[in-house]
Every structure is written in structure tokens, then in C-alpha cells.
């Protein structure tokens, strides 16, 4: 059986499913809870100045019978005391010595407030910190969470004082909302940290209502720009978790967040790269059983695959995780469509003919018959990917004689042929 345990960046847990930072782990009896159900850790949600928060302060769009494709929330870090805070800290890991509670933090830009609340942080008993430089909306606009992660210079300066004044593992929660990564990342490594998490949440604006036109959610007839998530950022995630493990390599541990809501969703963030991962939104929408589920799916399928451990799946995705230029140009596939499971609906001829290459006739012989013309197909996958009949239209390789060649190397690249000349 499958060997789950984690051991990410010297925090141990049970296995690599934690709470991320935010209201499921605002407080002792939810984190107990989640615990309870079987969560191997939790990034306690931020704790920091105290503030105060507005009603409504969640938004979701959903999509085609999902109910939350998309999540966002205005909410801002705890708006209860940080003394009650690190008190059920203390308690909590008490009671559960073998989790992983990793305290989120957030402080104006300011060597004391930075010493001052890592001292009494540390002295919870906890396993780790991790520093919010993400957060995009609230904090930000006074000077805090994504205003920071997106100065370097301001990472790299925090996670030094963070270093400097405490003894726990110090993880580094970074901003999606940047150009490139890399240059945030970069910045922890100068700062000496031990780990980064990604991605916090994406700027946006769930929707408009057009009775009030208020932006959502609503306010009392305000709106603002909030924090985006769930299963529609999973893809900005594994992107940005891949970048980095690609340019660090495993020397940088990585917590993966965003989107997580199954077994499979976990195992494509591990392969990318990740050693743990986080979950907020699947567990707001469904409960904090859900990790049974994904406890069990992942053990199943690392068993059927033959892994023994996270490690060994750990990052196994990154190789293949290439620039586009290393792509091989000379690979080429069409499509093939399953005349005995075609339901003869024209989704693949409609797409094809309006917005693609013409490859797929609708009639033969007087008949509707959708056939693939291998002439005119590319191989973009449009069809199969409309198609509302499983496995009706796959993507078949042609053996067209052609080496492995990237655009590197190709001779129309432009840079080739100016070599040549």
C-alpha cells in the first residue's frame, strides 16, 4: 500500500492533503474538525492585525451543471484577535501532535511587527510559517500581501526577517497575479526561505449584477475586485508550479494550491512538482470529508502505478514540461471518428467548418456521415474535444517518416535560415 506520509521542507504529516489558509482553518473547532476527518495538516488562516470584514463576501460563477466552477471572496485575513488565535494554536497542536499546522501571517512592512509576531508564533508549538505575499484585494491596498509579492525586493526583505527571527520553516505563499513567476520565486530563494506555496488567489470580478449594476458580491450595493479560485485557476496553477520546479528543481519545495478538488486534481500538482497540497474552495463547497476520497484515490492509483511514496511521484511531470520550442514539430496526428458510436449531432463538423480547418465533411453518398478529411486535419483536437460522446473521436498518429525535430532546430525557423545564409 502506499506509503502517503509527507515530509515537506522538515514538517511532517500523515499525508500531503492540507487545509490552505483561509475560513475553513479560521478557528480551533474547524480545524479540529477537519482533522477529525482525516486532513494531514492545516495553514491556519492568516492571522495578523485585526481587521474587519464585510457582508456578502463570497461569489461563484458555475458552468455547464457545475455548481462552482469559479470562487471568489472579498474577505480579508482573521478579524479575530491574534491573542485567541495563537492560543487555539497552542491548544490544537497539542491535541494533535502528529499534524502539520503551519501559521499564515501577515504584517505591515516592518522589522518589529515582523519580529514580534513570529516570537509569539513560535511559541505556539507550531511547525511552520507561511507569509502571505498573495492576498489581492483588502490587504494589498495597505501595502500588504500582493503588494509585497509583486516587489522582489520586498519578498526577499520580509522572508530575511522572517528568517532572521524565528526557528520554524518559513514558506513563502506566492501572487499569481504577476508576469512571471520566476522573479517572486527568485525572491524567496535570495531571502533564504525553505518553501514557497502557490498560487493565492487571481484578481478578478465574479460578475455584474444587472438589477443594481453591482459589481459581485454586493455590498450594499458596492462591489469590489476580489480573489479568484477553484477548479477554473487549477490550469494557472500547474503552470506556475511547473515554471518554477523547472527552473529550481526539487532543491525548492513547493505546497501546491489552486483548484484542487479530487485525487487526480493532488496528482497532477505532485507531478508538477509539489510535495503537499492545499485545499480551500473543494472543502468549502463540499465538506472536509472530501479528503477521504482523495486519501483513497491517491493511495489506489499510486498502487496501481507502482509508487511507494509522494517522492516518487514528486516532480515526475517537470522533465516533460518543456518550453515550446522543444516541441517536436514533425509530430503529427489526426482525427479518426467512430462511425458506430457517432450520434450524428454535427458538433464536430460545426466546430470544424466555422472555426478550424474544413477537415470534416457532414454527408457521404447523400447521407449525413461526419468523415475526416486527413488532408485539411491539423490535429488540433477541436472535435474530439466538442464531441459530447466519449471516445467517439480520437487523435491517431500518422507515421509521416519526419525525425524528431524542435523549432530550434527546424530550417524555417528564421534564425536558421539567417545561420545558413
Given amino acids: ?23 475553513p482553518t479560521d478557528k480551533a473547532y474547524n480545524v479540529e474538525r477537519a482533522f477529525e476527518a482525516g486532513w494531514g ?7 495578523g492585525e485585526p481587521v474587519v470584514n464585510v457582508s456578502s463576501r463570497y461569489g461563484a460563477n458555475g458552468y455547464n451543471g457545475t455548481r462552482v466552477a ?3 471572496n ?25 499534524r502539520a499546522i503551519v501559521v499564515s501571517l501577515m504584517v505591515p512592512c516592518e522589522e518589529p511587527a515582523w519580529e514580534t509576531i513570529l516570537r509569539q508564533v513560535e511559541d505556539t508549538g507550531c511547525d511552520g510559517v507561511e507569509l502571505n505575499f498573495g492576498c489581492p484585494h483588502g490587504m494589498s491596498e495597505r501595502g500588504m500581501g500582493a503588494a509585497v509579492g509583486q516587489v522582489p525586493e520586498y519578498v526577499t526583505m520580509v522572508t530575511e526577517w522572517a528568517k532572521k527571527h524565528t526557528r520554524l ?26 518553501a514557497v506555496s502557490l498560487i493565492n488567489t487571481v484578481a478578478s470580478v465574479i460578475g455584474v449584477d444587472l438589477d443594481t449594476m453591482s459589481p459581485l458580491p454586493e455590498v450594499n450595493g458596492k462591489g469590489s475586485h476580489g480573489g479568484y479560485c477553484g477548479p477554473a485557476v487549477k490550469p494557472i496553477a500547474l503552470r506556475m508550479i511547473g515554471d518554477i ?69 514528486r516532480g515526475r511531470a517537470v522533465e516533460n514540461y518543456v518550453r515550446w520550442e522543444n516541441l517536436d514539430i514533425n509530430y503529427e496526428i489526426v482525427a479518426r471518428i467512430d462511425q458506430d458510436a457517432c450520434i450524428k449531432c ?50 491517431v498518429r500518422v507515421d509521416n517518416g519526419r525525425p524528431y525535430t524542435p523549432w530550434t532546430e527546424d530550417p524555417r525557423n528564421p534564425a536558421n535560415r539567417q545561420a545558413a545564409e
Fill in 1 to 23: 500500500m502506499a506509503d502517503l506520509r509527507a515530509n515537506f521542507a522538515g514538517i511532517k504529516s500523515p499525508n500531503p492533503f492540507w487545509l490552505a489558509s483561509g475560513p
Fill in 41 to 47: 495538516g492545516v495553514v491556519w488562516k492568516t492571522v
Fill in 70 to 72: 469559479g470562487f471568489t
Fill in 74 to 98: 472579498i474577505e480579508l485575513i482573521s478579524d479575530r484577535p491574534v491573542a485567541v488565535n495563537l492560543q487555539e494554536i497552542k491548544d490544537v497542536k497539542k491535541r494533535w501532535p502528529d
Fill in 169 to 194: 520553516p518559513v514558506i513563502v505563499k506566492l501572487t499569481p497575479n504577476v508576469n512571471d513567476v520566476l522573479f517572486p520565486a527568485q525572491a524567496a530563494v535570495d531571502g533564504k526561505a525553505d
Fill in 245 to 313: 520546479a523547472r527552473e529550481f528543481g526539487s532543491g525548492l519545495p513547493i505546497s501546491g494550491i489552486g483548484g484542487i478538488s479530487t485525487w487526480r486534481d493532488a496528482a497532477e500538482h505532485i507531478a508538477m512538482g509539489a510535495g503537499t497540497v492545499q485545499v480551500c474552495t473543494a472543502a468549502m463547497h463540499q465538506g472536509f470529508k472530501i479528503v477521504e476520497d482523495m486519501i483513497d484515490g491517491l493511495s489506489n492509483w499510486m498502487d496501481s502505478k507502482g509508487y511507494r511514496t509522494i517522492d516518487d511521484v
Fill in 346 to 395: 454535427g458538433l464536430c463538423h460545426i466546430a470544424c467548418e466555422d472555426t478550424a480547418h474544413q477537415a470534416i465533411t457532414a454527408r457521404s453518398n447523400g447521407v449525413r456521415r461526419y468523415e475526416v478529411v486527413d488532408a485539411e486535419c491539423v490535429g488540433c483536437n477541436l472535435c474530439m474535444l466538442v464531441c459530447p460522446v466519449d471516445n467517439c473521436i480520437t487523435m
